[in-house]
């Protein structure tokens, strides 16, 4: 794939306006399907959560699953929406493998919810307000698995396999309004508004919201305008980003590779594009196709949606405080810094570090762990640090640092063992026998042996030179692989040097 022209990011902000869209698709996590009783949950062997309404065989009639209204309904409150009185499903009409009815049952022009707005933070703590336009019931497609290529994509691939185990799983698409004003927070507004909505889902419980998972996907639309224009440029829809730095990394991308096609006086072609996290750049998919292109028309088989005024202000009332407002009570509640709080915000650990303390780890300990060496660990092997290790894990691993059983370099090599699959940290460390040696007959003669081939050291403690004693404790640590504790040694050899 050749390499876009790409313009200096500060010199297209220069030159032209962002303007964004975001379409935000979030897989429900209901027990069955949409329109089916087939179970929902990720991981099942291939086309085995299936039945023949998912497949579109002939006969097979949808019945709409009430549960999904629930939480659909719950999220378009959430995100400060009105609920439509009356809503219905209509048919969204194209061919792909992996859609068996070759037409998709989405809402078109009544849906659920629509006309609201959410509250961004961005890291510097400013608020940006993103207008909703709209959040919509439907089903997912399957998944495609292209095999025989380089790229795991269908360019070069040899053959396809068709998984349908996630069509029919329930969705709700939450489509924004054109969001102006962003210049050059365009890319992290990006960020932080599929963190919000990833945040709000949680908190409401109706979705787990792994995007590596694809339980929560972002189409980020992008055009530019030249400064001064009114019209709206062409826009550009990079499908399926599946993780916050990717979202942050496409808008770039594409504000650059725009900027620089326009300033040669090109144009822009209205597509679905593609995001390929290994090189960071985005390619060309589809034409865009419009509403009429899909032939939309009412879904024949269901009958509209109407939730009573009781049940709309039910959910109203269980709705979670808002993740903004949240923000602010546990950064109060847990004593943080702006700077600390903002460290584990801008990385997405606040919910891990949450349910970390809800499991029993204070505070601080808690942030350590996530934003030093969990972090590290996810950085390295490329993946969200949330996804890395249970915050139940987190929480037992810091038990046993407070409990004296570990030292922190001890607890590294836990966590890389937990993280490896190895079993939870007690296991860890029965398995590798990483515990701290707390035996004093152990260390003093750990500690004697050192002293024998530093026989100088307990005579310059005795001077007044307490330094000396670290060349002992080295020696101690080094014989014991680091699993001694050093403080406790540390005391033995002060004891040593006054006793004698």
């Not at 179970?39 to 062997?45: A, I, S, T, V």
């Not at 962003?182 to 945040?199: G, L, Q, S, W």
Request: contains cysteine.
């Amino acid at each position: 794939m050749a390499r876009d022209e790409l313009m200096d990011f500060d010199e297209a902000l220069e030159r032209f306006e962002p303007v964004l869209g975001f379409e935000v698709h979030v897989e429900l996590n209901t027990k069955t399907k949409m329109f089916s009783s087939a179970p929902n949950f990720f991981g099942g062997e291939p086309n085995t959560n299936i039945t023949p309404v998912d497949l579109g065989l002939p006969g097979s009639l949808p019945v709409v699953n009430g549960q999904a209204v629930r939480y659909s309904i719950s999220l378009g409150l959430a995100l400060g929406c009105s609920i439509a009185e009356s809503s219905r499903f209509a048919r969204k009409n194209y061919f792909y493998p992996d859609l068996a009815k070759n037409y998709q049952i989405s809402q078109y022009d009544e849906p659920i919810a629509f006309d609201g707005q959410v509250d961004v933070e961005l890291s510097d703590g400013r608020i940006i307000t993103v207008p909703i336009e709209r959040a919509h019931m439907e089903e997912d497609a399957g998944k495609l698995t292209h095999v025989g290529g380089a790229t795991g994509r269908i360019q070069g691939a040899e053959y396809s396999l068709v998984d349908y185990n996630r069509a029919g799983v329930p969705l709700v698409e939450i489509v924004t309004r054109p969001i102006f004003g962003a210049e050059k927070d365009a890319p992290e507004i990006a960020k932080a508004y599929v963190a919000t909505i990833r945040d709000i889902v949680i908190a409401l419980g109706i979705s787990d919201a792994r995007m590596e998972r694809g339980n929560l996907r972002c189409d980020a639309n992008v055009s530019l305008r030249p400064r001064g224009q009114e019209k709206l440029g062409t826009r550009t829809e990079t499908k399926n980003v599946n993780s916050l730095r990717s979202v942050e990394r496409a808008v770039r991308y594409e504000i650059q590779r725009q900027a620089a096609i326009l300033a040669k006086g090109g144009t822009i072609t209205q597509e679905t594009r593609h995001w390929h996290e290994d090189t960071g750049a985005t390619s060309a998919g589809r034409p865009k196709s419009d509403a009429d292109d899909y032939r939309y028309f009412p879904e024949p088989d269901l009958l509209p949606v109407v939730p009573s005024a009781a049940l709309v202000e039910e959910l109203r009332a269980a709705l979670p405080e808002p993740p903004a407002a949240r923000r602010r009570r546990l950064k109060s509640e847990w004593a943080f810094t702006d700077l600390e709080f903002q460290d584990i915000a801008n990385a997405g650990l606040v919910a891990s570090v949450e349910q970390t303390i809800a499991a029993g780890s204070a505070p601080q300990s808690a942030r350590k762990w996530w934003s030093g060496e969990i972090s590290r660990l996810a950085n390295a092997r490329e993946v969200d640090a949330a996804t890395l290790v249970s915050p139940e894990h987190v929480a037992q691993l810091v038990a046993l640092v407070d409990a004296g059983t570990l030292t922190d370099r001890l607890a590294r090599q836990v966590l890389e063992g937990v993280v490896d699959g190895e079993g939870s940290p007690q296991e860890v460390v029965d398995a590798r026998g990483l515990a701290v040696v707390s035996d004093d007959g152990a260390l003093i003669a750990a500690i004697d042996e050192a002293l024998a081939a530093q026989p100088d050291v307990l005579a310059k403690i005795r001077d007044g030179k307490v330094q000396a004693a670290g060349a002992v404790i080295g020696a101690v640590m080094k014989a014991m692989r680091g699993q001694a504790d050093a403080a406790r040694v540390r005391e033995l050899v002060l004891e040593r040097a006054s006793a004698e």
